[in-house]
């Protein structure tokens, strides 16, 4: 796979979002994490909103409440086999139905999204073809694939691997740096309770 010539980065036009809703929920007993309350508007409609101007398009990857989430974008189920198999297949889901040539992935759980998640992923591609955000040291769950890595993750999930740290290896993806609270994922009631309102 050739690597992406000097100066080709890519603009907002070329990129589809991705916001990941399609997980069981387990942290916040079993509902729909993306549906829960935040400030008075559902969870996935904040990051929808932020992750909106700094893309084509946006999708949103959903195996339940499916009519609810198309109020804010379409909705991308996982392939029948792969269902609930994790966010590696819900990435993989969009990288089939997106018409652009990049993908841009994030979860429901970041109502903060910084506005210029895009530009900074963007940014640090230099030749490559995937960028993802390291967070205080951590993977963060954000990151901007190019299209023709679909066959790479494909295999991934026949052999079975579930984790997007395994995904950023294989794609030697440029690890992107974000200052601590810059990504903050709201996994439960009390994160919720505890970056409303007064942020």
Not at 32 to 57: T, W
Not at 74 to 83: E, F, N
Not at 90 to 105: F, H
Request: charged share 15%; aromatic share 4%; with cysteine.
């Amino acid at each position: 796979m050739a690597d992406l010539p000097q100066g080709s980065l890519p603009h907002c036009d070329e990129i589809t979002g991705l916001v990941l809703a399609g997980g069981r929920g387990q942290r916040v007993g079993g509902r729909d994490k993306g549906l829960l309350d935040f400030n008075g508007v559902p969870l996935a409609r904040h990051v929808v909103e932020r992750l909106r101007p700094q893309v084509a398009s946006v999708l949103i990857s959903a195996n339940r409440n499916a009519q609810v989430y198309a109020q804010w974008a379409p909705v991308i189920p996982d392939d029948p086999a792969q269902r609930f198999a994790g966010p590696l297949a819900g990435i993989d889901a969009a990288l089939q139905a997106s018409t652009t040539p990049w993908l841009a992935v994030v979860p429901c759980d970041l109502p903060h999204l910084p506005t210029d998640t895009l530009a900074r992923l963007s940014q640090s591609l230099g030749a490559t073809r995937a960028a993802h955000a390291v967070n205080d040291g951590r993977h963060a769950l954000v990151c901007l694939l190019h299209r023709d890595l679909a066959p790479v993750l494909g295999q991934l999930l026949r052999d079975g691997e579930r984790r997007i740290s395994a995904l950023y290896a294989a794609l030697h993806a440029v690890a992107v740096p974000f200052a601590a609270g810059e990504l903050v994922n709201l996994n439960a009631p009390a994160d919720l309770a505890a970056h409303g309102a007064s942020q």
